[in-house]
């Protein structure tokens, strides 16, 4: 097959918000979505001539986000674009072992997740990992110490990865 650019481009087009909600749903740094979406969309082109017309593309360019994502998450601490190292790791082994028929992590179970942690848990997740505030900040706007910040956001982090475990054994049973 020869590159044909118009076709890669429409369907580049059509896959971009899936793409960009997949990467997004395996605990990606909001402002790094755009930039791990753009490499797997280039990383698809440059393959472009490999890719058998028969299969999925949006698939396919998922699993090249995918495959970037973890490789990502090995160097985390080089370069910091994942959120939390240890729930990205579960949502992304959660992804490789999900049924063939699953394609992607439910953003709307880890959503439903968060919200049955206690009211102070939600906040102080959502202020961690949705504004990127620090536990010192945290602590400071909400009158607590920085250790009773980070023990509460273990204790969140830890229902979290349970909660999403057992929606998974849950879902490879049905």
Known sequence: MTKDAN????LANQHQVRLRAFVRSLGTRPDSVDDIAQEAFLMAFNQWETFDQSRDFGKWVRGIAFNIIRN???KD??????LHTDVTW??????????????????????ECVEELAPMSRRLIK??????????ELAERLGL????????LMRARRHIRKCIELRVLQETRS
Do not use: C, D
């Open 90 to 111: 579960m949502l992304l082994k959660r992804f490789e072992n999900a049924p063939k028929h699953s394609e992607e992590v439910s953003v709307e179970s880890i959503r």
């Open 7 to 10: 076709q890669w481009y429409n």
């Open 145 to 152: 110490s920085a250790t009773n910040v980070r023990q509460i």
């Open 72 to 74: 990502e998450t090995r």
């Open 77 to 82: 601490a080089r370069r910091k674009r994942i």
């Open 127 to 136: 202020g961690r990992y949705r504004n990127e505030e620090t536990s010192p």
